[in-house]
C-alpha cells in the first residue's frame, strides 16, 4: 500500500526543526496507525545527506542510532507519540530548509518524503 507523500508530510511535527550544540534535530509524529520500522534512510537536508551512523532516534519508549535499525531490531513509531530524529552535525544556518525522510516499515514497506521547515 503507497501512501502519498501529501498524506505522509503531515507525519512532520511543523517548527520542530532546531539546533542543537551537537548537530539539529527536528520531530515527527504518527497520526496514521502503529508502525515498525525495519531501516531508515539518511536524512538529508537542501540536498546534504546525514549518514546514519549520525542519526539518532528517541521516543517516550527510548532511543536507538538510525544505523541499529533492522529487523531484528526494529523501532516501533506509536500512534500519538513524537519521535525526535537528532542529526548529529553542524547546526543549520537560519532560515528555510527542506528535510527529507525515509524509512522502510514492515507494515507498508518504503516511505519516503520532504517537507520545508525553518530555524
Known amino acids: ?11 512532520y511535527v511543523k517548527n520542530s526543526l532546531t539546533n542543537l550544540d551537537d548537530g539539529f534535530s527536528f520531530k515527527i509524529k504518527n ?6 520500522a525495519t531501516s531508515m534512510s ?3 537536508v537542501d540536498g546534504t545527506e546525514y ?3 549520525k542519526i ?5 519508549d527510548g532511543e536507538v542510532n538510525a544505523n541499529d535499525v533492522s529487523e531484528s531490531n526494529a523501532f516501533i513509531i506509536k500512534v500519538g507519540v513524537e519521535v525526535e530524529i537528532h542529526v548529529k552535525a553542524d547546526p543549520l544556518p537560519d532560515g528555510a530548509h527542506t528535510i527529507g525522510i525515509g524509512l ?3 507494515e507498508i514497506g518504503g516511505i519516503a518524503f520532504e517537507v520545508d521547515d525553518e530555524i
Open 1 to 11: 500500500m503507497k501512501i502519498p507523500a501529501s498524506i505522509l508530510k503531515r507525519l
Open 31 to 36: 497520526s496514521l496507525s502503529n508502525g515498525t
Open 42 to 44: 539518511p536524512v538529508t
Open 51 to 53: 549518514a546514519l551512523d
Open 56 to 60: 539518532v532516534i528517541r521516543s517516550q
Open 104 to 106: 522502510q516499515t514492515k
